[in-house]
């Protein structure tokens, strides 16, 4: 008998993983992958999404098509380890081996009420959920970001330049936006959002949100008409089972063996944004992964030795609106018009070369 082989997830680790070994599937696999999505998503371009600079087309992308892969358009909710089946929504799918790469979620570092009250970017779905809810503001309204890292710095420009009728304020807990990356960065951008007239609030620890107000260390508050969550991330929750035999890093992902195998449990791999890593969660991480557990795939569907490569990540490359950008590609600063360029063309590849 051939193997089942289940996919969750067809993003960035997901998309990647298929690309890398379908020129060389064996006629005895079938790949069962799972989605809640029927086609890639570009979920770095989803703060476009929200600011409605992008329409949802412009963010999807196909999916790789082999006779031996077929997709279920399904939402995957939990993932039972010992009858090696996934229970979705609508059915159960058995699996011989299971690859997990479903992403993260918002991680609201248990501040009250900040779920039920924001809006998110973190997914297709809470992307144009979030733009129809802004679209439907009356003018001078006051839309609030929590969160100055990629994500939060990206939606607030955009925003800016989609939305100039409304008043933008960007919340962050350290003590400059984009904390991780150089001070030339920092000021730069810093400088850009001002101009844009956003207001760039630091060192604010946000500590509860209600129907109308952000509240910070201090018992200040932030008025808001529509407040969006862009402070932190963690890995699916429907991912946490396999904890059960493995560890969980600082980020709570999934510590995996060089081959992205759980430690305690042969034939189920994480990558992405739920597996742990040297690196930060990120596109490009994933897709290394992705390709590398392809890479271990074809090694042992082919006899051949496994060797696993370490992973070289290019840099960072963030979007300030339609014209201007930031970024560090191996650890050069580019400023201005040239990130902008270089990231449009990095997106304009995957989206053309996913499916
Ligand atoms: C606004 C924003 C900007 C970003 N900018 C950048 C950037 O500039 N550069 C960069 O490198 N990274 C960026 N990232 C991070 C990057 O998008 C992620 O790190 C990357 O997508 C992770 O890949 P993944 O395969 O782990 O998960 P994803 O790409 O998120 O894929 C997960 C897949 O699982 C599916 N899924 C999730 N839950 C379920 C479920 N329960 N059932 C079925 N299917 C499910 C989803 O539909 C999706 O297809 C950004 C993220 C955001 C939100």
Partial sequence: MGKEIVLLGAGYGGVSFLNTVIPYIPPDIHIKVIDRLNHHAIKPEFYALASGSLNENKVKARFPSHPQVEYIQDEAEEIQIHHHKVICAQQEVSFEQLIVSLGCVDNYFNVPWAEEYTNSIQTFAKAIKTRKSIDNLPANSHLVIVGGGLSGV?????????????????????????????????????????????????????????????????????????????????????SNPLLAYSNADRLNRIVVKDNYELPYYNDIFVIGDCASSAF??????????????????????????????????????????KKTGFGMINSQVLLGKIPHVIKSGVLWMHKNHSG
């Fill in 280 to 321: 930060a969660p990120s596109a490009q991480l994933a897709h290394l992964q992705g390709k590398q557990l392809g890479e271990y795939f074809l090694s042992v569907w082919q006899g051949k030795e496994y060797v696993a490569h370490s992973l070289k990540l290019k840099g960072v490359l963030g979007y300030l609106g």
């Fill in 154 to 238: 990206e939606l607030a420009s955009d925003l800016s330049e989609q939305h100039s009728e409304h008043k933008i304020t960007l919340l962050e807990r350290s003590n400059e936006i984009l904390p991780t990356l150089p001070e030339r960065i920092q000021r730069f951008v810093r400088s850009h959002l001002e101009d844009q007239k956003i207001d760039v609030l630091t060192n604010i620890s946000v500590t509860m949100i209600d129907e109308k107000a952000v509240y910070y260390a201090g018992g200040t508050l932030v008025p808001y008409d529509l407040c969006v969550w862009a402070a932190g991330i963690m890995p699916h929750p429907v």
